[in-house]
């Protein structure tokens, strides 16, 4: 307590101290408890002692009605769950956050408390919240103050004013301890501060820096091969060996440690599909893709929408309802990219993201892994070759029909990357286009549906062109594994090409074709590819022209007329079989 002092303004040392870190001066006792927050990082208040009743401070849990008028002039109620400083009969101080309007210091103020606590954390700011009160007390408070600053603080408090103001300390400091708090020591190896550093750090080094930070070391173990390190009040901070190591590599110097990695006893455990995962994400890079990541959390609409199980995990706190499940598809958040491009006037994007989806499979919960690709339309025809197209029929059709194509490339070339037979069939999901889709079969397994999205789709999200999708199935794929890369030499003597066109239905896909070929058993067979598709002119409606281009080859030998005539003759005969027409 300070009697007789003078209230006024301070110094114009300490106001523009305080101007500096944009604090407004008010008089030298206010400005005094200011300063010391900024000098010791402790907060500490001044009370009018004439305006505490019964001459008592009391701490507190609030009654629930009670009111207190803060320093910003307005009156708070409290409750119970408040934790007050009080006179005899009221609330004077919401407890580390603010302090109240009735024993504010004024220029009437002749007598002073000065008052420095430590107060919980967790009860500061659960105050601050419910009140909607952040301070500069309450900011350092609830990260946790310096336990045995307080009388510091107050005696820093005291010398300020009076030096400012003069008057006289009334008795001695009243320090009322309920509980010391006492950081628990820490062992430091020497050892380890050598394999973490990477130095030869003698004993006496770290002894050294360790003191000047405040820290007290007591030796132990053998040829004082650890200390047991305490820790100063101050330096909440530090809990742990290596928070001390941190520090003492902090003192000592970074520029003064070789750059040497810390030794390390185990062993490097690569991921059992790495280099899966690494093929996959070089090939569409190498495709122009860029790589992306979306939330994982996505509304219902979209998890019933674009996931064929009905069980989901759902949020129990979600941030809205348009991110309340755990993503069952990855398809949602790629569309969500896609839009988020298009609308910022990127018309060509292509993106790839590789993760996990989550769902419910017989009451456990699954983190399958998936891959999606997606692209604008735009950018598929922009990588299409020029002059290389399949269909050449006319009409808007045959232009998606062919960017569709071209999309079915580039999931064509990241399967390459796996061992097996490729093949398609026409079985997708009802979100994409039911002409302009397809799902992928590696040695029969489905690995990948892909295509273009309903329009439906494109409409509901407002997406400004058509987009291409594909997702892959990465466990299925995975357990197929990757194709090994085997030399082949070329061929000594000449191939033999020979076209085939007919006209089929619509049903009739190229893989039914390519299979009753190769069910023929023709060893020299080395190719078998569509070169042109037409549709309109005078093929009927429901049906195709496609050009069908073969090659024979032997490794042995050149090949005879009569051989090739007989083997196109079986083609043809099995083609015919399907339903098909050889045109003239």
Same mark, same amino acid.
């Given at each position: 307590?300070?009697?007789?002092?003078?209230?006024?303004?301070?110094?114009?040392?300490?106001?523009?101290?305080?101007?500096?870190?944009?604090?407004?001066?008010?008089?030298?006792?206010?400005?005094?408890?200011?300063?010391?927050?900024?000098?010791?990082?402790?907060?500490?208040?001044?009370?009018?002692?004439?305006?505490?009743?019964?001459?008592?401070?009391?701490?507190?849990?609030?009654?629930?009605?009670?009111?207190?008028?803060?320093?910003?002039?307005?009156?708070?109620?409290?409750?119970?769950?408040?934790?007050?400083?009080?006179?005899?009969?009221?609330?004077?101080?919401?407890?580390?956050?603010?302090?109240?309007?009735?024993?504010?210091?004024?220029?009437?103020?002749?007598?002073?408390?000065?008052?420095?606590a430590w107060w919980d954390p967790g009860i500061v700011r659960r105050m601050s919240r419910r009140h909607g009160l952040h301070t500069d007390a309450s900011h350092r408070f609830e990260r946790g103050a310096d336990f045995e600053s307080t009388v510091p603080s107050c005696d820093r408090v005291a010398q300020m004013i009076l030096e @400012?103001?003069?008057?006289?300390?009334?008795? *001695?400091?009243?320090?009322?301890?309920?509980?010391?708090?006492?950081?628990?020591?820490?062992?430091?190896?020497?050892?380890?501060? +050598?394999?973490?550093?990477?130095?030869?750090?003698?004993?006496?080094?770290?002894?050294?820096?360790?003191?000047?930070?405040?820290?007290?070391?007591?030796?132990?173990?053998?040829?004082?091969?650890?200390?047991?390190?305490?820790?100063?009040?101050?330096?909440?901070?530090?809990?742990?060996?290596?928070?001390?190591?941190?520090?003492?590599?902090?003192?000592?110097?970074?520029?003064?440690?070789? /750059?040497?990695?810390?030794?390390?006893?185990?062993?490097?455990?690569?991921?059992?599909?790495?280099?899966?995962?690494?093929?996959?994400?070089?090939?569409? $890079?190498?495709?122009?893709?860029?790589?992306?990541?979306?939330?994982?959390?996505?509304?219902?609409?979209?998890?019933?929408?674009?996931?064929? @199980?009905?069980?989901?995990? *759902?949020?129990?706190?979600?941030?809205?309802?348009?991110?309340?499940?755990?993503?069952? @598809?990855?398809?949602?958040?790629?569309?969500?990219?896609?839009?988020?491009?298009? /609308?910022?006037?990127?018309?060509?994007?292509?993106?790839?993201?590789?993760?996990?989806?989550?769902?419910?499979?017989?009451?456990?919960?699954?983190?399958?892994?998936?891959?999606?690709?997606?692209?604008?339309?735009?950018?598929?025809?922009?990588?299409?070759?020029?002059?290389?197209?399949?269909?050449?029929?006319?009409?808007?059709?045959?232009?998606?029909?062919?960017?569709? +194509?071209?999309?079915?490339?580039?999931?064509?070339?990241?399967?390459?990357?796996?061992?097996?037979?490729?093949?398609?069939?026409?079985?997708?999901?009802?979100?994409?286009?039911?002409?302009? @889709?397809?799902?992928? $079969?590696?040695?029969?397994?489905?690995?990948?549906?892909?295509?273009?999205?309903?329009?439906?789709?494109?409409?509901?999200?407002?997406?400004?062109?058509?987009?291409?999708?594909?997702?892959?199935?990465?466990?299925?794929?995975?357990?197929?594994?990757?194709?090994?890369?085997?030399?082949?030499?070329?061929?000594?003597?000449?191939?033999?090409?020979?076209?085939?066109?007919?006209?089929?239905? /619509?049903?009739?896909?190229?893989?039914?074709?390519?299979?009753?070929?190769?069910?023929?058993?023709?060893?020299?067979?080395?190719?078998? +590819?569509?070169?042109?598709?037409?549709?309109?002119?005078?093929?009927?409606?429901?049906?195709?022209?496609?050009?069908?281009?073969? +090659?024979?080859?032997?490794?042995?030998?050149?090949?005879?007329?009569?051989?090739?005539?007989?083997?196109?003759?079986?083609?043809?005969?099995?083609?015919?079989?399907?339903?098909?027409?050889?045109?003239?």
């Amino acid at each position: 307590m300070i009697h007789g002092t003078t209230i006024k303004p301070s110094s114009e040392k300490i106001a523009r101290r305080l101007r500096l870190l944009d604090q407004r001066p008010i008089s030298n006792a206010v400005d005094a408890t200011n300063y010391v927050l900024w000098e010791m990082g402790k907060p500490t208040h001044v009370f009018d002692m004439d305006l505490l009743e019964g001459g008592q401070i009391i701490v507190r849990k609030a009654r629930d009605g009670e009111t207190l008028k803060t320093l910003d002039g307005v009156e708070r109620k409290l409750s119970s769950e408040d934790l007050v400083v009080c006179d005899a009969n009221k609330p004077v101080g919401l407890a580390g956050v603010m302090g109240g309007y009735d024993t504010m210091i004024t220029e009437k103020t002749r007598n002073i408390v000065i008052e420095s606590a430590w107060w919980d954390p967790g009860i500061v700011r659960r105050m601050s919240r419910r009140h909607g009160l952040h301070t500069d007390a309450s900011h350092r408070f609830e990260r946790g103050a310096d336990f045995e600053s307080t009388v510091p603080s107050c005696d820093r408090v005291a010398q300020m004013i009076l030096e @400012s103001g003069g008057g006289e300390l009334a008795g *001695e400091v009243v320090d009322v301890v309920s509980m010391r708090m006492d950081l628990a020591p820490i062992v430091l190896r020497v050892a380890e501060v +050598r394999r973490i550093l990477g130095g030869s750090l003698e004993r006496g080094v770290i002894f050294r820096l360790l003191k000047r930070l405040g820290f007290t070391l007591i030796p132990e173990g053998q040829d004082d091969a650890q200390f047991r390190v305490h820790i100063p009040s101050w330096r909440l901070d530090v809990e742990r060996e290596i928070d001390v190591i941190e520090e003492i590599a902090r003192l000592h110097g970074y520029d003064k440690f070789e /750059n040497t990695l810390p030794a390390y006893s185990g062993a490097v455990v690569e991921l059992p599909h790495a280099a899966m995962d690494a093929a996959f994400r070089q090939r569409s $890079l190498a495709l122009g893709y860029n790589e992306a990541l979306s939330l994982t959390f996505i509304s219902h609409a979209d998890a019933e929408k674009f996931s064929s @199980s009905s069980r989901v995990l *759902e949020l129990e706190n979600p941030l809205s309802e348009e991110a309340s499940v755990m993503r069952t @598809s990855l398809a949602p958040g790629m569309l969500d990219m896609l839009a988020w491009n298009l /609308n910022r006037d990127v018309a060509d994007a292509r993106l790839f993201e590789i993760g996990s989806i989550y769902e419910l499979s017989e009451g456990e919960r699954r983190e399958p892994r998936r891959a999606c690709l997606g692209a604008t339309a735009a950018a598929v025809r922009e990588s299409l070759p020029l002059g290389s197209a399949l269909d050449v029929s006319k009409g808007e059709h045959a232009a998606a029909a062919e960017t569709f +194509r071209g999309f079915k490339g580039d999931v064509e070339n990241l399967l390459a990357a796996f061992a097996g037979c490729i093949s398609y069939d026409r079985d997708t999901q009802d979100y994409f286009h039911p002409g302009r @889709s397809a799902r992928a $079969l590696v040695n029969g397994v489905a690995v990948a549906q892909f295509g273009q999205i309903h329009p439906a789709v494109v409409a509901s999200r407002k997406l400004r062109q058509d987009v291409f999708l594909a997702e892959f199935d990465l466990e299925r794929l995975y357990e197929i594994g990757l194709r090994r890369v085997k030399f082949s030499a070329l061929g000594k003597y000449p191939g033999v090409e020979r076209d085939f066109s007919f006209v089929v239905g /619509n049903e009739l896909s190229f893989e039914q074709m390519r299979k009753a070929v190769a069910d023929l058993g023709i060893a020299e067979l080395r190719e078998f +590819r569509p070169v042109e598709i037409f549709r309109g002119g005078s093929i009927p409606a429901g049906k195709y022209s496609v050009l069908l281009r073969v +090659r024979f080859q032997s490794a042995d030998r050149t090949l005879r007329e009569d051989e090739v005539a007989q083997w196109s003759g079986k083609i043809v005969a099995a083609l015919t079989g399907l339903g098909g027409v050889q045109r003239a």
